[in-house]
């Protein structure tokens, strides 16, 4: 028996009629995005596979298999004067740092495909499922543009990072120009998070002079 206390929720917004052909056609030229997000998901799966390739090649490289370790240096763009014959901390070092990497680029994708699909294309119906990510029960395209600016900011750090461990084989002109696109990244983000701080500002203030 339900309880008299339980609060009524609110009833369906209902159209007054439907919408017309031209607003219709429009509207649904919104699923010309779907290709899009699959095809992401196709990439997607090609850094899997990178991903375990690579992670391969680290775990055959420790076991002394020498076309392993060659193809992780090759990878990893790491040069030296003597040759390595030795899976070493440095190049280690590289080969987490660059999956890693393709972690937080997998993330990013994830980010664009689920949150964009939401936010653009159609709801997901995902509430209560015990799956469901947590910024996805507040997501709208502000959230959304701030949170794949904090993951550029993520993966921009891991290649300046890389970089820096192998910054013999750079040229002083290119670490300089890597920190200087860093730092732009960085100034973006703050950017983006301040305007998205100030709309935000706005539409509460917006609601509470609505409502007096």
Partial sequence: MADLNDPIPPAPVKRSSPLRPLPNIIFASRWLQLPLYLGLIVAQAVYVVHFLVELLHLVEAAFGN????????????????????TLNET?????????????MISNLLIMVIVGGYETFVSRMNLEGHRDQPEWLSHVNASVLKVKLAMSIIGISSIHLLKTFINADNYTEKVLIAQTVIHVAFLLSAMAIAYTDKLMSS???????NGGH
Avoid at 202 to 208: N, T
């Fill in 66 to 85: 020498q076309t392993a370790l060659q193809a992780l240096i090759t990878s990893i763009g790491y040069k030296t004067s003597a040759p390595i014959t």
């Fill in 91 to 103: 190049v280690i070092m590289l080969v987490v740092l660059a999956l890693i990497d393709v972690v």
């Fill in 202 to 208: 706005a539409a509460s203030h917006s609601k509470k």
